[in-house]
């Protein structure tokens, strides 16, 4: 059985400081890694993605990957309540399908 | 473009009823999903379809069944709907880019259902 774990929430940091969010896969095959941004109600939508090992950088959010230790994380710069919501990985094999963590619930307090 | 629709938006259901919720995407995506998302849980993969004419099951099929007669359309039908079907459903599309990478999953806005 493949397994993503991501850290448990909820997480709370004030606002302007550093989100990390984190993820462990189990299946060491996998390829594609990425995380996408659920509000309450609402359905997921993709924030970043990334492929290879090291970090990638896209605005206020930085994906950082290491096949190594099977580990992903997201950076969220300068947090704003607006970021407030649950953060879901997602990582998928070629051939194979996507499989998505329980996700993180982030709160982002004024 | 409309993206991934999905109707209804709501439904209640009695145990035992069965009913197909509607999937459809515009975007010429060979690739369909459908999900299931419990509170508090992650996605869980009900059925998928990689073009017309192909599905097959993920992990949570039971209860469950698809077709794929277009491109456009993945339904999903319920048959003899069970309390522990209730849930909120997700429709997912997306395209094959290269050898190896997929693209990203654009998802419907989803169904909240609920079996009493």
């Known amino acids: 059985q493949k397994e993503v774990e991501q850290n448990s929430g909820p997480l709370s940091v004030p606002e302007g400081a550093i989100a990390s969010l984190n993820c462990t896969y189990s299946?060491?095959?996998?390829?594609?890694f990425f995380w996408y941004r659920q509000y309450s109600g609402k359905s997921p939508e993709l924030i970043m993605f990334?492929?290879?090992?090291g970090d990638k950088e896209d605005g206020r959010f930085t994906a950082q990957l290491n096949k190594a230790s099977q580990y992903v994380s997201l950076l969220i710069r300068d947090s704003q309540p607006s970021d407030s919501a649950t953060y879901l990985c997602?990582?998928?094999?070629?051939?194979?399908?996507?499989?998505f963590g329980p996700g993180t619930r982030l709160s982002v307090l004024p | 473009n409309a993206g991934v629709t999905q109707t209804p938006k709501f439904r209640i259901l009695k145990i035992g009823q069965s009913m197909t919720l509607q999937c459809a995407q515009d975007?010429?995506?060979?690739?369909m999903y459908w999900y299931r998302q419990d509170p508090g849980m992650g996605l869980k993969l009900i059925y998928y379809?990689?073009?017309?004419?192909?599905?097959d099951k993920g992990e949570v099929p039971n209860g469950y069944n698809v077709s794929r007669s277009t491109t456009e359309d993945f339904p999903l039908r319920l048959e003899l709907a069970a309390p522990s079907q209730t849930s909120v459903y997700f429709c997912?599309?997306?395209?094959?880019?290269?050898?190896?990478?997929?693209?990203?999953?654009?998802f419907g806005p989803g169904t909240r259902l609920t079996v009493l």
């Open positions: 990334i492929y290879s090992n």
């Open positions: 379809s990689v073009g017309a004419g192909i599905t």
């Open positions: 975007m010429n995506h060979n690739y």
């Open positions: 997912a599309s997306s395209r094959r880019q290269g050898a190896l990478f997929y693209n990203e999953q654009f």
């Open positions: 997602a990582v998928h094999n070629y051939g194979q399908n996507f499989v």
């Open positions: 299946d060491r095959g996998s390829q594609s």
